[in-house]
């Protein structure tokens, strides 16, 4: 065999080679360091450690539970424990909805709101945005013009079912289809997009033939002067805040398929508390906007 | 390729071929629609085409006797082309799910084009195409040299390399299509994964046969590596891929492990991806390549026993300390923490003899960037090592788990290590291959080593700014006894860290697609001659 076993001192280190040899490859017989040795024990020594304090050995049908008898359920009710204990001093206010009081003291609100906010970016920001400015589709919270109302227990009740959601106390708000469904001609929904646009321009003419259109089909919602009406949730017509859009496109398409937004219903996700401190948020977010 | 093969072995592979399209057809045939047809036209076309070479070649003149004086390299060059296209275009994919991170309006609005069927075309491209076809080229190259004998066979090196990038072709355009056993990194679907148990059975045996031929007394420690790699990932695969077919005609399966059961076992197989397919396989390249690169002898034949076992032993235990803090019962969770801390001086020792085996060689390092790739590696490997077992303490891990400081590890034991040695052996390897003394353009082995260093820390620096700010940000309470930010605020402050992330990927790219042209000019400038060292002790008749 090439190389055979003959044993070759290197003279960089000072070893002997083991005397094998692979294609011009050879080993050192360099002995373990000790510092090896030393810090591999230390790793066992600290893992035997934990193995005495831990829970860490299976033993058929349980296991050694370890001298702290620490348990992970343990560790998470004291961890939620210690969360509730740190809001314990302003949270149990919001349990009840007496709002106004709520909304007087300044400084339960001082420590509340900086909760709620988080709460809001968590779930409600995703559709509202951040700020509950809106977009396309979702409305703008941060303004004066509510579809259902924006007093803080009316916006509690909306959080509390949602909108069109499977709640069985849900909100309903429906917009036909007026155009897929053929309640209205194309020449029908041509004239009342022009005068739902004349509308928001505040140079509206009832008599136009948009306008009796408007007056027989969608005033019974949005109100004779195109105003919203709150009970419904149809919004207003009359001012330049858009859900899906206010160019003569996007108000065709609304009237050709028709809108139906869905909010969900948050009172099995989130305790009352929160929706409770949500609802105050809320209705700050629009005193707040100009 | 195939005027090496011998006229029993172009028989026999004809009837593979002939196998390989008539599954294909099979395939194709009784799914009918959807991803699985596709993948059945696949092989049924690669079948096709491998049954039509072959067939005009059967009654061709056989390869010269002569041939057994030689190591068979062919597989080799096939393997090293395969790693470095697959380099390409995964670590591309890689880039692109890293900028769409940053710009996610960026995504198209085309199913295939979304993060989530991307990001398993990245790793399965990175781990299986780029890793294993480097795993097997160089293991094929190593045996043969540490063995001083030729492959036992020509005709399954190739069903070995054929086999598994269709496996990988599968795996990635079945993502593409949406198909995906959701496991991370065993994405795959069951067909494909049968597929890979027979291939890896072809590859076990032919290893086992060369080694059986060896005309050295005993077996060098890169082929303990290469073994411990093949044979464990093969239990690893078979295990956590245990599945039923909803139908043997349709892709989708559903896995025989419920619950937190499949949990471990999926983190049991995921973590020892990481032990035996990336540092394992890896181990052995290292053995072998930075001994021959720098002209001395392995600084410890001790050390390397120590590491060899203490890695196989204990990384097998660690798995569990992916799963801290969930259903996984507490005591799984101590021992996958113990065992990984013990972990440590095992997977050092490694680092360390390969560092050490440089000493009376530093003038190499300074000089010769090949060298510098292996020197790199070992460092990067015992970084990532600390961290791995740093990160597996309970506490530890309760900031780190669910943040990018994971990625960031990943990427350093991955760009860091692994890729690193690969590309060591690639440039010490291409050239011998091309019978030249160095690579076709010397200086841009210099270029990629600076902007592969460069890309991998930019890369790993900014995820662990990323990791760390999100761990905190996540776990701060303000003075009303909530968190301090929003999901939303800690999604945002991520930004310029995956910008510099997008950035680092892209330096690393540009580094392995420098190599792979590099290596493209070299093999085209090839002479075909074999130094009269580089030979089997004895000639070696095919079996």
Redesign the interface.
Do not use: C, K
């Given at each position: 065999?090439?190389g055979g076993h003959r044993q070759i001192v290197?003279p960089?280190?000072g070893y002997e080679?083991?005397g094998?040899e692979?294609?011009?490859?050879?080993?050192?017989?360099?002995?373990?360091?000790r510092f090896?040795i030393v810090?591999?024990l230390i790793?066992?020594v600290?893992?035997a450690v934990?193995?005495i304090l831990?829970?860490?050995?299976?033993t058929g049908h349980g296991?050694?539970p370890?001298l702290l008898g620490?348990?992970?359920e343990g560790e998470a009710v004291q961890g939620f424990k210690a969360?509730a204990?740190?809001?314990?001093?302003?949270?149990s206010r919001f349990a009840g909805d007496d709002f106004a009081s709520l909304a007087s003291d300044e400084a339960v609100m001082g420590?509340?709101m900086?909760?709620a906010?988080?709460l809001f970016?968590?779930n409600c920001?995703a559709c509202h945005r951040?700020g509950g400015t809106g977009g396309p589709g979702f409305p703008s919270l941060a303004d004066q013009d509510w579809l259902w109302g924006g007093d803080p227990a009316t916006v509690a009740e909306t959080v509390s079912v949602g909108i069109n959601s499977t709640d069985p106390d849900t909100r309903s708000s429906q917009m036909p289809a007026f155009g897929r469904d053929g309640i209205l001609t194309r020449e029908q929904i041509s004239a009342v997009a022009d005068y739902v646009l004349a509308l928001s321009s505040g140079k509206a003419d009832p008599a136009s033939a948009g306008g009796k259109i408007f007056a027989e089909n969608c005033a019974a919602c949005h109100g004779e002067g195109g105003r919203g009406g709150l009970g419904t949730g149809a919004p207003s017509l009359a001012d330049d805040q858009w859900i899906y859009g206010g160019t003569r496109a996007d108000i065709l398409t609304t009237l050709q398929n028709g809108r139906q937004g869905v909010m969900p219903s948050w009172k099995g996700r989130l305790a009352p508390a929160d929706i409770h401190l949500l609802a105050l948020y809320v209705s700050r977010l629009a005193k707040a906007a100009p | 390729m195939i005027a090496s093969l011998s006229i029993a072995q172009r028989r026999n592979g004809l009837a593979f071929a002939l196998c390989l399209a008539l599954l294909g057809l099979l395939m194709a045939a009784a799914a009918q629609h959807g991803p699985m047809v596709v993948h059945g036209a696949m092989a049924l076309v690669l079948g096709i085409a491998l049954t039509g070479a072959l067939a005009r070649a059967v009654y061709d003149p056989p390869p010269e006797a002569a041939r057994a004086s030689f190591y068979y390299d062919d597989p080799t060059r096939f393997g090293i082309a395969m790693t470095l296209i697959w380099a390409v275009v995964a670590m591309g994919v890689g880039v692109w799910v890293a900028a769409l991170l940053y710009w996610p309006e960026a995504t198209p609005a085309v199913p295939w084009t979304s993060f989530g069927r991307l990001r398993p075309v990245h790793t399965t491209g990175v781990i299986f195409g780029f890793g294993g076809n480097a795993l097997i080229a160089t293991s094929f190259y190593v045996l043969q040299?540490?063995s001083?004998a030729r492959l036992a066979d020509e005709l399954s090196p190739w069903i070995v390399l054929l086999g598994f990038n269709l496996f990988c072709l599968w795996a990635v355009t079945g993502y593409l299509m949406g198909i995906t056993q959701s496991k991370e990194y065993a994405e795959a679907e069951w067909y494909a994964d049968l597929w890979l148990v027979v291939i890896w059975v072809v590859y076990f045996v032919l290893y086992i046969r060369t080694l059986a031929r060896r005309?050295?007394?005993?077996i060098?420690?890169a082929n303990w590596y290469y073994l411990a790699f093949i044979l464990v990932v093969a239990i690893l695969h078979i295990i956590n891929n245990l599945a039923l077919p909803v139908s043997f005609a349709g892709a989708k399966s559903v896995t025989i492990w419920s619950g937190v059961q499949d949990a471990m076992v999926q983190w049991w197989y995921g973590h020892n991806a990481v032990a035996f397919f990336l540092t394992a396989g890896f181990l052995g390249m290292l053995y072998?390549f930075l001994?021959?690169r720098s002209g001395?002898?392995?600084?410890?034949?001790?050390?390397?026993i120590?590491s060899f076992w203490?890695i196989t032993f204990f990384y097998i235990w660690v798995g569990s300390h992916h799963l801290h803090?969930t259903a996984l019962?507490?005591?799984v969770q101590?021992?996958g923490?113990?065992?990984s801390?013990?972990l440590?001086?095992?997977s050092?020792?490694s680092a360390?003899n390969a560092i050490?085996t440089l000493?009376?060689a530093w003038h190499k390092v300074r000089d010769d960037a090949t060298l510098r790739f292996m020197f790199v590696a070992a460092v990067f490997y015992g970084l990532s090592t600390f961290e791995g077992s740093f990160l597996a303490i309970r506490p530890v891990n309760s900031l780190s788990h669910y943040t990018d400081w994971t990625v960031g590890h990943v990427h350093s034991g991955t760009l860091g290590w692994v890729a690193m040695i690969v590309f060591g052996a690639i440039y010490t390897l291409v050239p011998q291959l091309s019978g030249r003394d160095q690579m076709a353009w010397p200086r841009a082995i210099e270029w990629h080593f600076w902007l592969a260093v460069t890309g991998t820390l930019v890369y790993v620096v900014s995820m662990w700014n990323a990791g760390i700010t999100q761990g905190l940000m996540w776990r701060s309470?303000?003075?009303?006894?909530?968190?301090?930010?929003?999901?939303?605020?800690s999604l945002q402050a991520m930004a310029p860290y995956y910008l510099l992330r997008t950035i680092g990927g892209g330096m690393f790219l540009a580094g392995t697609l420098l190599c792979a042209l590099n290596c493209s000019a070299t093999a085209r400038a090839a002479t075909g001659e074999v130094a009269a060292?580089d030979r089997p002790?004895l000639p070696m008749p095919v079996e």
């Open positions: 065999m090439s290197d960089v280190t080679t083991t094998h692979w294609n011009g490859i050879r080993e050192l017989n360099t002995p373990f360091p090896v810090v591999l790793t066992v600290i893992s934990m193995w831990l829970p860490a050995w299976p296991y050694t370890g620490l348990t992970q969360i204990d740190g809001r314990a001093s302003w949270r420590m509340a900086p909760a906010a988080r970016a968590d920001a951040v | 040299r540490t001083r005309a050295e007394p005993h060098y420690v072998y001994p021959v001395r002898p392995i600084w410890s034949y001790r050390l390397s120590l203490g803090y019962p507490y005591w101590t021992l923490m113990t065992f801390i013990m440590l001086v095992p050092w020792a360390g050490a000493n009376g309470y303000g003075p009303s006894g909530t968190l301090t930010y929003s999901f939303l605020q060292s002790l």
